[in-house]
């Protein structure tokens, strides 16, 4: 049974011969703190967009922002439309200075409103890459909207997100839809993934 446990998890990596590398799982937000920051976003989304006579386009970037952004399309009243682009910067736990976006929208963004939704919001290339290039692509506007946004030095960021749910310091975060090399993004709160080095056996609880 799922359980959303309140304290530190030591979690081993399942691989067969090799036992390392095992890591802490720090518990940062329950999925019940999620769900009341989410159904806040969705209210203030639903008032910003309200005048509008156009459906919204929710765009998620795939993969780590399809928990989110299932969550929060649910919490905004008004006529939506999904989408999603498959977009990559990070490489293991290191952005690799460029963004690969790898698909079109199913419908062309011209004209349209868009909300582009991400997990995380580090130095903004992703979000920058991509709000750019719907832009040129036509479309009337595109905010943001983030799960967490890390906290850098301003000079560090390269743009800002319209709305975040959470502010987090500079770590490595895993869980609602967050990976490290494509694990944990199943686990229903959100964890600080810290290095752990005491070689105890994994004792996590799904
Ligand atoms: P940015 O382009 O803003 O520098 O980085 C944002 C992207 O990097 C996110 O879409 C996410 O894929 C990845 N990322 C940045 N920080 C983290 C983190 O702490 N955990 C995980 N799982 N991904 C991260
Ligand atoms: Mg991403």
């Known amino acids: 049974m799922w359980t959303d446990i309140p304290r530190p998890q030591r979690w081993q990596e399942p691989q067969k011969n090799n036992p390392l590398p095992c890591f802490m799982l720090v518990p940062l937000f329950t ?115 983030v799960l967490l946004d890390k906290e850098l030095p301003p000079e560090k960021k390269m743009t800002h997100a319209d709305w975040f749910a959470f502010r987090i310091p500079p770590k490595y975060v895993v869980g609602y839809g967050l990976d490290s090399d494509e694990l944990y993004r199943n686990l229903p709160g959100i964890y600080e993934l810290q290095d752990d080095d005491s070689g105890k056996p994994e004792d996590f609880v799904f």
């Open 31 to 145: 999925s019940e703190i999620i769900a009341e920051r989410v159904a806040v976003l969705g209210k203030e989304i639903t008032e910003t967009y309200q005048s509008e006579s156009v459906p919204l386009t929710v765009v998620s970037i795939l993969t780590g922002s399809i928990f989110f952004a299932v969550d929060l399309v649910r919490q905004i009243r008004l006529h939506v439309k999904m989408d999603a682009i498959l977009a990559q910067s990070y490489v293991h736990h290191a952005s690799s200075g460029e963004v690969l976006i790898k698909n079109k929208l199913k419908e062309s963004p011209a004209g349209a409103n868009i909300l582009l939704l991400d997990d995380i919001f580090d130095t903004g290339l992703t979000l920058k890459t991509i709000q750019s290039s719907l832009l040129e692509q036509g479309a009337a506007s595109v905010k943001t909207c």
